[in-house]
């Protein structure tokens, strides 16, 4: 943890989505693990505006993708984006 102070991300990829669809989806999964769907929506809510304020502040460094659509399409846009960002 000491060596990561002060150190930034050149890359932050926010899967942004409604909390109600996300904790629908994470429900569906079925795996039993509840520790984020147990926050309730009102915290969940206040989390997403969280995030949503850092891709504001840091626009040079966050890419904010559209976490409602079909998977596929969501893994299709991070893989570009990522690829946009390599050498």
Same mark, same amino acid.
């Given at each position: 943890?000491?060596?990561?102070?002060?150190? &930034? %991300? @050149? *890359?932050?990829? *926010?899967? @942004?989505?409604? %909390?109600?669809?996300? *904790?629908?989806? /994470?429900?569906?999964?079925?795996?039993? &693990?509840?520790? =984020? &769907?147990?926050?309730?929506?009102?915290?969940?809510?206040? #989390?997403?505006? @969280? =995030? *949503?304020?850092?891709?504001?502040? =840091? %626009? @040079?460094? =966050?890419?904010?993708?559209?976490?409602?659509? /079909?998977?596929?399409?969501?893994?299709?846009? #991070?893989? /570009? #984006?990522? /690829?946009?960002?390599? %050498?």
């Amino acid at each position: 943890h000491q060596l990561m102070i002060g150190r &930034e %991300p @050149d *890359l932050t990829i *926010l899967v @942004d989505m409604d %909390p109600a669809t996300g *904790l629908e989806r /994470a429900l569906g999964r079925g795996t039993g &693990e509840a520790r =984020f &769907e147990a926050f309730g929506q009102e915290l969940q809510q206040q #989390i997403r505006a @969280d =995030f *949503l304020a850092m891709a504001q502040e =840091f %626009p @040079d460094r =966050f890419v904010t993708v559209d976490g409602g659509r /079909a998977i596929e399409k969501v893994a299709a846009d #991070i893989q /570009a #984006i990522v /690829a946009r960002h390599l %050498p």
